[in-house]
């Protein structure tokens, strides 16, 4: 039997301690170890808020896009994207709202479209967010009339024939032209057509105007001699949108700033090498350069964030499009307004 000293009884106890403590040190860590765990869980939603990295960003582009055209030869927003890991895929769609629903249901992240398609979209209930815009490029639309014509001001379309491509910016154009001069759009045999057809329209005489958008004015200018009776210059901006799905956007803020920065580069690259530009662009759109060119004279690139003021721009075409009954309901345009969290 072991005799139990004074001296085994202060040699034991220190010992006892010693294993006390290292069990609270080990309770401990096994305690800091789960909050970590559940930590990490909570702030997951955070960390892909303030920019997750995406595996593939799928841009929406028509090809009277230039910029984006432009990038998608180059690949420049490809090279820039890679070391994030983030692949690019452009989607090629033939107008606007046919963009939209691809956007709407998730076929693609990313678009760029004029003014009049978000408002259709957005009155139709499509989730989309305004994420920028270029800057205004009113001198990218126009009435046209044939080179020969009589008539000399817009006041004299009074009881004309106009061709326009119904429910797009230059349908708000031409409201607004007609406002300036004194008429309304009842004076005047609206006849909506589409780009392709209204040029055949114009040619033969059907119409006595066009109203149109580059580079289709572009075109005419250059091809049959289409003399410019008014642009949008002192009556409307003309601005051009980047839209996102809003998800995307939210989670993936970085991936669409590298998007922005290329754009801005390409753009500041495009103004200084206007011909180039468009020799590299004109067989993609299969259009002469000549036209390309003086397209790409008229239009600005430099996207920027989505401000009060284009917003209310926004909400006046908006409100312009309800009182003509071209869409079913008022919107509010800044409900789809993005606001970038960082």
Request: glycine fraction near 8%.
């Amino acid at each position: 039997m072991t005799q139990i000293t004074s001296d085994s009884i202060e040699t034991a106890v220190p010992s006892a301690r010693w294993w006390q403590a290292l069990r609270r040190l080990a309770l401990g860590a096994l305690v800091l170890a789960a909050l970590a765990l559940i930590a990490s869980f909570l702030l997951l939603p955070v960390a892909r808020a303030q920019g997750q990295p995406a595996a593939e960003l799928r841009i929406g582009y028509q090809k009277a896009a230039s910029l984006f055209v432009l990038q998608k030869a180059q690949g420049s927003l490809e090279k820039r994207l890679a070391p994030l890991g983030v692949g690019v895929k452009w989607v090629e769609f033939p107008a606007g709202p046919q963009l939209l629903e691809g956007l709407n249901v998730g076929a693609i992240d990313v678009g760029y479209v004029g003014e009049a398609p978000p408002i259709f979209a957005q009155a139709a209930g499509a989730k989309f967010v305004y994420i920028g815009h270029d800057p205004a490029a009113p001198q990218a639309e126009a009435l046209l009339v044939p080179r020969d014509s009589a008539i000399r001001s817009v006041a004299e379309l009074k009881g004309r024939k106009v061709a326009l491509n119904k429910g797009s910016n230059v349908h708000y154009l031409l409201v607004r032209l007609l406002e300036k001069h004194g008429l309304k759009l009842g004076d005047i045999q609206p006849v909506y057509l589409a780009p392709a057809d209204a040029r055949a329209a114009f040619e033969s005489r059907s119409v006595d105007a066009w109203v149109i958008w580059d580079p289709f004015a572009a075109a005419a200018e250059k091809a049959i001699g289409a003399r410019v009776l008014a642009d949008g210059r002192g009556v409307v901006n003309n601005y051009q949108y980047y839209l996102g799905e809003r998800r995307f956007v939210g989670r993936h803020p970085w991936v669409i700033q590298a998007l922005f920065d290329d754009s801005v580069e390409q753009g500041i690259w495009l103004k200084k090498n206007l011909r180039q530009a468009a020799e590299l662009i004109a067989p993609l759109q299969g259009l002469p350069v000549d036209v390309v060119e003086l397209s790409l004279r008229r239009y600005e690139f430099n996207v920027q964030p989505v401000s009060a003021g284009v917003i209310a721009d926004q909400q006046q075409i908006a409100d312009t499009f309800f009182d003509l009954r071209l869409i079913p309901k008022a919107i509010a345009v800044r409900e789809a307004a993005w606001t970038d969290p960082r």
